[in-house]
């Protein structure tokens, strides 16, 4: 909230969605704040509707949708230059920017990149370009890309009414957690919008969960099997790798 204060052009409404947390004090600070919306879920619905729910609330005459993961941290300019990337490039749906690594712990960047772009690998893995590097200033392209981190995503309202699966309904609700991301950047593709990453554009990511070597069963299961889903929803012969690594995780629990 303080990061999207700190804009030099701030949002005009802000809705904040809680899914099932199971302390949501934290946010009770907002409570009448102008501008600011609070929905507090009664259960964890997943990513993808609770993403949904939020849009549903948002203003009717809205031009441009922000989504942003509460461990996602704009720079003060990150409004601004999207907000002016989208108008200079009509035929772009969505606009990213270089997400940089945050240490909660040390309170300060980590000097890693966490995300430049999502791009699939020959055999069908996709992945967060330059995830877990050291930033020396690559990948500094403005550029189109296959898809974008759902963590910060700033969209053409049109677009997303364009590419809708239902009334309010932008995110694929099938999808709990995991891919969601990358599924919404696909279907945006196939409406004819392009994705572009814009280096210039920056925001610090934490990440609130762990590593993966370091995550637990279930949610190596759950991205595994969103990934299978994934490749369902758009088929494709990369299927085969996403049921591989569907049965490493469930037979060797890799």
């Not at 303080?2 to 802000?14: K, N, S, T």
């Not at 967060?128 to 963590?151: I, M, N, T, W, Y």
């Not at 364009?162 to 196939?190: N, Q």
């Amino acid at each position: 909230m303080d990061a999207l204060a700190r804009q030099q052009h701030p949002p005009d409404e802000i809705v904040l969605v809680d899914s099932g947390s199971d302390d949501p004090s934290y946010l009770e600070q907002y409570l009448g704040h102008k501008g600011v919306r609070l929905l507090l879920l009664q259960e964890n619905v997943g990513f993808a509707r609770a993403n949904n729910i939020g849009y549903r609330q948002c203003a009717r005459d809205s031009e441009y949708i922000l989504y942003l993961n509460p461990d996602a941290f704009p720079q003060e300019t990150t409004l601004k230059l999207s907000r002016q990337c989208l108008i200079e490039n009509q035929d772009c749906g969505v606009v990213g920017g270089r997400l940089l690594g945050w240490d909660l712990k040390a309170g300060k960047a980590s000097g890693l990149l966490d995300s430049t772009g999502i791009f699939r690998k020959w055999y069908g893995r996709w992945v967060d370009r330059g995830q877990g590097e050291r930033d020396h200033g690559q990948f500094f392209r403005k550029e189109s890309v296959p898809a974008l981190c759902g963590a910060f995503l700033f969209c053409r309202r049109l677009a997303l009414e364009r590419m809708r699966l239902a009334e309010g309904v932008i995110f694929d609700p099938d999808f709990f957690l995991y891919k969601e991301d990358i599924e919404l950047s696909i279907r945006m593709r196939k409406y004819g919008y392009g994705l572009l990453y814009n280096p210039d554009i920056r925001v610090f990511h934490c990440r609130g969960w762990r590593a993966r070597k370091e995550m637990e069963f279930r949610q190596r299961i759950l991205a595994a099997k969103s990934e299978l889903l994934l490749y369902r929803k758009h088929p494709s012969p990369y299927i085969c790798w996403a049921l591989f690594k569907y049965l490493l995780v469930r037979c060797l629990r890799l």
